[in-house]
């Protein structure tokens, strides 16, 4: 018994804050310093926001984290919690209006740099700040904790940036911006849930910090105004933590329905042979539709693999397999736009792209040939001015050197002359402007043969 005391009393000394903890009036002013936002701290804000603005715009995580860094608005969530663990009404009040305050401006900030922003496009980055969950709420939690911890120590080392980057406070409030310049309200209100869930939770972790660290209490513990903030503060945490963990469990079903699925493919539909390219779920209509290319699946394999269906979570869906070719399977496929699932952006950009180089491809073709048809016009003429010349060929030529940049292009007119004929030298230069201006060149090179 005495050993069990002793390695009790021995872990108690290991976590007692006795010692480490910096006087009350020091943490008291570090608080209030943080809570209020004028001049220079709100400035901080502001270029903060638009930071984190940028770095989910352009899906920079180095960014957001910087943003992170340098942002400001934990600290009138400190002050709310330390406040009410305190009975100090007038800091609560304080810390109310100005994380009000912050609020407005941030979310005013990050709505106009993303109304004026050129690309409008939802990032992972920003989609990530959209479905909140029981998680958030752990790490606001956790992340509080520690940020309390880290004020009231005497040498709080990096725990202060790291409860920042941790509890992710700016994102979300971006996010929440993205979503009224967008006018997508799922994500203004998912993105400003999840900074709700933050700012609850690590209010939250303040207080129960606060009364662990004992701090006095600035009014009497049962002045009526503080059991009524209490209550709030109750019901605030019960409301925030239900719908999150609503999201926490439809995301877990997700995962474990996108698990079960990939069991059943892997398992229940390989035969050698064939292949599954694709799948779509119409989750309304309960119908599982599986696209295969290769070998045909014999219809006693599918009614086989359908009779397992429920033992992987799939009972209530239909299957359905469309079989043939890889392009008609794919195309087949409900919600499927093509074998490489391109969106119509991309679709849309290599038609315009393959449709340029066809027309380029045609131009040249047109060129060629009408060298072609003009030297068959021509012919006759040529022979009834020189009839040494037995044929005339016509090319567009582009000559360029291996040392040099400079690229010239021209027209060649290649003349065979019969036998034994010649052409005077003063009858060549007449022959080369005629051609030339036969087939409207600007430059012309004439070869006799």
Known sequence: ??????????????????????????????????????????????????????????????????????????????????????????????????????????????????????????????????????????????????????????????????????????????????????LNLKYFFGAFFLYFINTVFIALATYIGVRAMRFRHVAKPDDGNFQRVRGYLIAIVVATMVPAAIFTVNIIRESFFASDLQHFISNEMSFTGSQIVSQNIDKNEKILTLAAVGREIPETKIAEAKSKMPFY?????????????????????????????????????????????????????????????VAKQMIDEVQTLFPQVNTLSLAPTIETGKDTNDISSYITAQIVLKDKAEIPADEISRLRDFIKKRVDADSLVLILR
Request: aromatic share 8%.
């Open 1 to 182: 018994m005495e050993d069990i005391k002793r390695t009790g009393k021995g872990i108690r000394k290991y976590f007692s804050m006795k010692g480490f903890l910096s006087d009350k009036s020091d943490v008291v002013k570090r608080i209030n310093d943080g809570i209020t936002f004028r001049g220079p701290y709100l400035w901080v804000l502001v270029f903060a926001i638009l930071l984190a603005s940028l770095g989910l715009n352009v899906n920079s995580t180095a960014v957001i984290i910087g943003a992170m860094l340098i942002s400001p608005l934990m600290g009138p969530i400190i002050g709310m919690g330390y406040s009410v663990g305190t009975n100090d009404f007038d800091l609560l009040k304080k810390s109310l209006t100005n994380y009000g305050v912050a609020t407005l401006i941030s979310l005013i900030t990050a709505t106009v740099y993303f109304a004026l922003t050129p690309y409008h496009g939802a990032q992972s980055e920003l989609l990530a700040r959209t479905s909140p969950t029981l998680y958030d709420v752990l790490i606001a939690l956790f992340g509080g904790a520690a940020g309390i911890v880290a004020i009231a120590s005497k040498d709080k080392g990096n725990i202060l940036p790291g409860v920042a980057i941790a509890t992710a406070l700016m994102p979300p409030l971006c996010t929440a911006g993205f979503g009224i310049a967008s």
């Open 313 to 373: 979570g799939l009972g209530d869906y239909e299957l359905n397999i469309i079989q043939g070719n890889l392009t008609d399977s794919i195309l087949s496929l409900k919600g499927s736009i093509s074998m490489f699932n391109a969106t119509k952006d991309e679709l849309n950009a290599t038609i315009t792209h393959q449709s340029a180089e066809i027309s380029s491809l045609l131009e040249r073709i047109a060129q060629l040939t009408r060298y072609e048809t």
